[in-house]
Structure formats: C-alpha cells, structure tokens
C-alpha cells in the first residue's frame, strides 16, 4: 500500500505543478490536442485507403491501355503550353537614348549571367522568373529615368 500511496502523491504533485505552471485551462487543451492528432493519424490512415481503394476500381473499370493514353495526351498537352511560354516577347528601351540603352542592355546580361543564372538554374528549368525578374528591373530603371530627366529638366 506504501508504493501506491506514493505514487498516487507524486502524480498528483505533477498535476498540480502542471495546473499551476500552464494554467488551469491546460489540461482541456491537452486532451484537445491529443484528440486532434489521433483525429488527423485516422483521417490520413483512412485518405491512402480511399486513393488506393479508388484505383484499384478505376483500374477494373478501365483497361490499362486507355489509361496510359490519356497520360501521353496530358504530356503532350503539357509540352504544348510549356512551347508556348518560351515565346516571351522583351523591349530594350531602356531611357530613350540608344546609346546609354546599350550599355545598360549589355551590364543588365552579365549582371543576369553571374548573379542570378547561376543559382535560379539550380532550382529550376522554367524561364518565367527570369523574364519577370527581367520586366520588374526595367521598369524600375524606365521609372528611374523618367523621374531623374523630370528633374534634370527643371535646372
């Protein structure tokens, strides 16, 4: 009876330090959580059961062959749109002077080619991040000198 009594007064010291520390609402949270992540454990359990379930029927309902032909359509499909983002159309004016746009042209490539080629390449095939990277930086350097021709114009 000496180790029950014990171990029944020590678990109620922790419960009472735990009540005291976390506050009295804790132990509701607790529970709640405790709920939450075997409710969540369950529903993924019961999510790869469906997806697997959901195959196996599709798979007794539909030959393999007409399967494997509408993947190819939707990798043709794919390649189709990927084609078609390539053709990005670019301007190189840059402050209206052809002769300051080309020097710009020609740093904004090497700055292109040294300091975000190498690392975006790593990540990544698709050449639409560039392009906006490309739009956003022009349009700040068109704004730019737009504003400073306003201003060299009023001295």
């Known amino acids: 009876m000496g180790q029950q009594q014990a171990l029944l007064m ?3 010291l922790a419960f ?5 520390t976390f506050g009295f609402l804790a132990p509701i949270l607790l529970l709640a959580y405790i709920a939450a992540f075997i409710g969540g454990a369950f529903l993924v359990v019961y999510k790869l059961h469906a997806i697997k379930e959901s195959e196996t029927m599709l798979h007794r309902i539909t030959p393999v ?3 494997y032909c509408a993947i190819n359509g ?3 499909v794919v390649k189709g749109l990927r084609k078609a983002d390539n053709d990005y159309k ?8 052809n002769i300051i746009d080309e020097q710009l042209q020609e740093v904004f490539e090497l700055a292109f080619r040294d300091y ?3 690392w975006y390449f790593q990540l990544s095939d698709h050449e639409e991040f560039l392009y906006n990277v490309r739009q956003t930086t022009q349009s700040v350097i068109i704004t730019f000198a ?3 021709s306003m201003l060299w114009n009023n001295f």
């Open 10 to 12: 020590w678990t109620g």
């Open 16 to 20: 009472v330090l735990f009540l005291l």
């Open 65 to 67: 062959t007409q399967l």
């Open 74 to 76: 939707i990798s043709q």
């Open 90 to 97: 670019r301007d190189k004016r840059l402050t209206g002077s």
């Open 116 to 118: 975000i080629h190498d």
């Open 146 to 148: 737009n504003r400073y």
